[in-house]
Structure formats: C-alpha cells, structure tokens
C-alpha cells in the first residue's frame, strides 16, 4: 500500500538535469499543451512588465483568539476539522508565493520547473494539513443573500456593515461568535461551532480575495456534524488552491488566495529554496505534518525577492528537489483513515469545490509517488466556468460530468513502468515547457558592467560588479 512516506520504488536521487535550453527562446516550442501562453503572466515578465508581489490573502492570524469549549471541539473534530484547527499561524513568504505562482500552469494544473512537473496532491493535503481526501465531494445550492441562511444556522442575522451578497464579514463571526457561554443550550453551542467552522474555513482553505469576507454557502454543510465529517475536505481545498493558482497565473492578476499556508509548506517540504532555517532541529513528531514549521525560525528569507526567487527555479537543479520529503517523517503519526486513503494522491479524477472543478493529474508527476516519468496523457481541455450564481441552484444537478469523474476515483489509480526510457520524456517536455520566466543573464560566476557617464567638466567610468549567487 502507498503509506505516501515510506521509499521502495528504483529511484529517488531527483529528475536527470534536462539539456540546457536555448535562452533566447523561453518556450514552448509546441504550444499544444501550453496553449494559453498569451495570457500567462510569464509573458508579461518576459516582454519587461512586472507586476510585482502578489497580494496573498489568508487570515489564520487570529484564529487563536477564539475560545472553543470541549463540546465545541468535539464538534469541531466530528465535521472532520481536529487537524485544520490546530494550523499554525506561518509568516507568508509572499515574494516565493509569487514566483510559484509564475511556474504554475492551469493547463496542466501543475508547476512547470527546469526539472520537470510538479504538483500538490492530495497526498500533500491529508498529510500537511490533516484534512479527508476521501468522501463526499463538497458540494449544495448556491445562496446570494446572508438573511435567511444566517438565522436558520447561526440564529443571528449579520447587520448591514457586516454583509455583502452572499457573503459576511469575518469580523462579524468573530465578534459574535468567538467565546460560547460554558453553560449554553445544545442549540446555542452548535450555532456558535457552526460560526466558528465558517470563520476556519473561510479564514484558510476557502479564504477569498475579497481580504475579509466567507460565502455562506459552507454553511448548511455543518448543519449535522456528522454528516460533515463525511465530507472529503481535503479535495475541495485542493479544488479551490488550484483555482485560485490558476487564476493568479494570469497576467492580469494580482492577488491570490486560497490555502497558501499549504501551498507555502508544501514547497518548503520539495524545494530547497527560501526553506527557513531552525535555530533548533524540528521535532518529526507532530501531526499534520504542517507542525513542522511552527516554531522559532532564522530571519534568512526577509531580505529576499521574487527576482531571486524567479532566478532560483529558473536554474532549479535536480539536488534542490525532495521528490518524497515525507519518508523521514513518522509515519505511525498518521490516523488509520487517513493513511488508508493516501493512495488517492495517485487517482487522475476531477476534484471539487461547490461551482470549482479541477483536474487531479498524478501521472504528470509520478516521480513524486516514486515512479520514472514517461510522457502522460493528453489532457483535454475543459472549461472552467462558474455555475449557478443565482440563489436556490442545486449544483449537483450541474456537474453530472465531473461528479461521475470523482466516484470513481478509486479506479483511476496511476501505475508507472520502471522499464520506460525517460530520455523520452526529457525531450518531450523541452519542447512543450515554458523553459524560463526571466531573461537569463550572464552565467558566470561575477561579470563587469561598464557604464559611461559623460558631463562637462569630466568623464567618469564607474564598474558595477553583479554577483550570480
């Protein structure tokens, strides 16, 4: 069984160094899987247009300021949120968030490095953040007004300054909702539970770009516990990074959100880039395995910027590269029902979010299952349209397509061939890659630039010494 920690396959030495690309030209050669290269913002960084550091919106900051009772947090852990609960509040390294992001394709829903494809699964989701990965898909009728569901579920109607559409403000289950009476009623306590979970999730998996603001539409979803805890979480998040990834990849855009807390720990545990340094060794003992990067860290990663960071994973090397970080941690840590469903991280299914519907494609990374990489299956293009945006759309009844997809994600299991040649593959991706997202300059170790400048009373020469590091 694929415990997703433990090493058994060929190899796990990292991806072969491709051939060097040619620097003048960025890719793709073949643009028929990067068809939507135009409005990638890596073309815009390559014509000079910067855009800058994206706005990273995730508000996991306060969550420490609520205070549950023990019924709450028996509630809490039966809708499936004992691990999410615990999430550390992580310092965002928004200039590295922002050069993933120039790296991540939506046409493959994966990042493309100098390496080869990467891409966080939902093996990555049940063991960083604890979250179900198996279950029911995330998934109810659309809601444009607070009024109505608000009262039924929470039994207080948000005031004007607190709502907007079908949303509400984050402060307002705060203030409201954060300290429930010890000696409150059954009724009381689930109203405030359910305020709590909607303030968690919309604070963290399903954090928007609005900065401040949680659909209720999550709502009638925790209106029995256990029957939340039926909900495979862990694929709507997943389902909602990627649309948020997909998104933020655009040109055009410039802010992201979305579980960045995932996406920031997932590359700390892949890429040896901008990973802090510990004043002391984290312990391997804690789960979600996101607990690694609680704790006192080095300041190291301040003074750096997306231009490094862009610059590192455009001459990403193999050594830099974990393909399975989690096999040093420990593995007994981990619930019985979460490991016995960390073999979907190898299930190439559609995952889902309410209106969000995404491609889960392992066999473009098989290397991080410990598999040789072969050249995978085309991918058809599909739509990504919002459906159901007026109140009362049941979105079951929209999605036959990709709801059929994930009940039979435990027959779409990816198996690789330890006899393939991956030569193939390397030659393959040169050609359909986006190879750099900034220009290469000199690679040489210092270079001298010489800059005149000429005034009336004297010419002076002045050498700038630029350092490749």
């Not at 046409?107 to 939902?122: A, D, P, Q, S, Y």
């Not at 694929?235 to 909602?240: H, I």
Request: overall charge positive; hydrophobic content about 35%.
């Amino acid at each position: 069984m694929d415990n997703g920690v433990t090493s058994s396959g060929p190899r796990t030495d990292g991806f072969p160094a491709l051939a060097e690309p040619d620097a003048t030209d960025p890719g793709p050669v073949d643009p028929s899987v990067l068809y939507g290269q135009e409005n990638h913002v890596s073309s815009a960084v390559w014509e000079g247009q910067e855009r800058g550091v994206l706005r990273c919106h995730e508000h996991t900051s306060k969550l420490g300021e609520w205070r549950l009772t023990q019924k709450q947090i028996e509630l809490v852990e039966k809708a499936g949120f004992q691990y999410l609960r615990i999430l550390p509040s992580i310092s965002l390294d928004n200039p590295l968030i922002s050069a993933l992001v120039e790296r991540w394709r939506k046409e493959t829903n994966t990042f493309h490095l100098k390496i080869g494809e990467m891409t966080i699964t939902l093996k990555d989701v049940a063991l960083l953040l604890g979250l179900p990965i198996d279950g029911e898909p995330v998934l109810g009728v659309t809601y444009t007004s607070c009024k109505s569901i608000c009262e039924r579920y929470l039994g207080r109607v948000p005031e004007a300054g607190y709502k907007s559409g079908g949303m509400v403000k984050l402060s307002w289950l705060k203030e409201f909702f954060s300290q429930c009476p010890e000696d409150a009623p059954l009724e009381e306590i689930q109203c405030y539970t359910r305020a709590y979970l909607l303030y968690l999730v919309g604070s963290t998996i399903f954090s928007t770009t609005t900065g401040n603001k949680v659909p209720v539409i999550y709502l009638p979803l925790f209106e029995d516990f256990e029957k939340a805890g039926k909900y495979a979480w862990g694929a709507a998040a997943l389902a909602f990074l990627y649309r948020s990834l997909g998104k933020a990849s655009l040109k055009s855009q410039c802010t992201i959100s979305g579980c960045l807390t995932l996406l920031q720990c997932w590359s700390y545990f892949h890429l040896n880039i901008g990973r802090p340094k510990f004043y002391q060794e984290p312990a391997h003992d804690r789960f979600p395995f996101v607990l690694r990067w609680k704790g006192k860290q080095s300041a190291a990663t301040a003074k750096r910027d997306i231009i490094f960071y862009r610059k590192a994973l455009d001459f990403l090397k193999p050594s830099d590269v974990e393909w399975l970080p989690y096999k040093y941690m420990n593995c007994t840590l981990i619930p019985e029902d979460i490991r016995t469903s960390l073999i979907l991280g190898r299930s190439r299914t559609m995952l889902i979010c309410f209106d969000k519907a995404e491609r889960h494609l392992p066999d473009r990374c098989l290397r991080q299952h410990d598999m040789l990489q072969g050249i995978p299956k085309d991918i058809q293009q599909w739509e990504r349209r919002s459906r159901g945006v007026d109140s009362g759309i049941n979105l079951s009844e929209k999605m036959e397509v990709e709801l059929n997809e994930w009940s039979a994600r435990w027959l779409h299991i990816v198996h690789g061939d330890n006899g393939i040649d991956e030569s193939e593959y390397q030659h393959w991706y040169l050609r359909i890659t986006r190879k750099f997202v900034g220009r290469p300059v000199s690679p040489l170790p210092q270079f001298q630039r010489t800059v005149k400048f000429r005034t009336k009373k004297k010419r002076m020469v002045i050498i700038f010494l630029a350092l490749w590091s």
